[in-house]
């Protein structure tokens, strides 16, 4: 491989919307865990219960909220 090819422009675009890929699948993976064990306090059935789904409708926008104001401060600190 050409050493010149590691600096394209197309390689770090592909490489920073990898990471920003793996950015996002660690979130969510992060807001199942942490929502799944505020929220669900039996063993799940079929359907989540009216409680169970407004808890975790609640918690993931709750998440979702905190990371964009997280994000916006740390653009903000650049």
């Not at 197309?10 to 979130?27: H, P, S, W």
């Amino acid at each position: 491989m050409d050493p010149s090819a590691l600096n394209s422009p197309d390689l770090q675009r592909f490489l920073n919307q990898e990471k920003e890929k793996a950015m996002v699948n660690e979130m969510v993976a992060k807001l199942t865990s942490v929502c799944w064990d505020k929220c669900i306090t039996g063993t799940p059935g079929n359907k989540f219960s009216s409680s169970e789904s407004a808890c975790l409708s609640n918690c993931a926008q709750r998440f979702m909220d905190l990371t964009m104001i997280i994000m916006k401060r740390i653009q903000s600190m650049q």
